[in-house]
């Protein structure tokens, strides 16, 4: 099996707590593992994930998270990487891609993991 893994850098700032005297700053990094729905699908439009990925990623990038509706009063990185696998998923999705896998981190110790049950046999 074949599959992309894109990498994504995110700075933004958030508060565990939603008070705005406890925010401070991160550089998220997020990572995806794609593969087309089409197993004999061309790989060469991997480009085209990196585009959507950006998009959707790029209305984070600088913000206090927080103050964005969709993450509500909770940007913990879990709900965090919950919602934007959720956001990823769907725009991927429309273009016959799956991730199998995000992973994203405030710190290289700290890592929240979201994969499919046969992310090893269906990814790579």
Excluded at 13 to 19: C, R, Y
């Amino acid at each position: 099996m074949k599959a992309y893994h894109l990498k994504y850098r995110l700075s933004m700032s958030h508060s565990a707590d939603n008070k705005e005297e406890h925010r401070h700053t991160h550089v998220l990094e997020i990572e995806i593992f794609v593969k087309p729905h089409d197993k004999d699908r061309i790989f060469s439009d991997f480009r085209s994930i990196e585009i959507h990925m950006n998009e959707v990623l790029d209305g984070f990038q600088g913000k206090y998270l927080n103050d964005i509706e969709i993450f509500g009063a909770d940007a913990s990185l879990e709900h965090t990487g919950e919602t934007i696998y959720r956001l990823l998923s769907d725009e991927v999705e429309k273009n016959k891609w799956h991730i199998c896998c995000l992973e994203i981190s405030e710190t290289p110790l700290r890592v929240y993991i979201i994969r499919d049950e046969d992310f090893n046999t269906r990814c790579i």
